[in-house]
């Protein structure tokens, strides 16, 4: 998925399920809060293995730009929408 946005195609990570599939734990997971304001304030989260989609979306999204800082002829706008 990261590849394709990397391409310059839009991505899109959709769920749908019936009420109580674990939706919601898939794509976040329960503290996922909590997980985000500690990689922000912290610069790591730890339980890697506990990440939602979307927390690791986002880690490896801002990692691989951050592999990319020296290159300066590409630009990133990075758009992020959650609705629970």
């Known amino acids: 998925m990261l590849d394709h946005a990397f391409d310059g195609y839009n991505v899109c990570i959709f769920a749908y399920g019936q009420t109580g599939s674990g939706k919601s734990y898939t794509m976040s997971d329960c503290s996922f809060l909590s997980k985000i304001n500690s990689f922000i304030l912290v610069g790591k989260v730890n339980d890697l293995e506990e990440m939602g989609m979307i927390p690791r979306l986002c880690r490896d999204l801002f990692s691989r730009i951050s592999e990319n800082r020296e290159n300066q002829q590409l630009n990133y706008t990075v ?4 609705f629970f």
């Open 79 to 82: 758009e992020v929408q959650v």
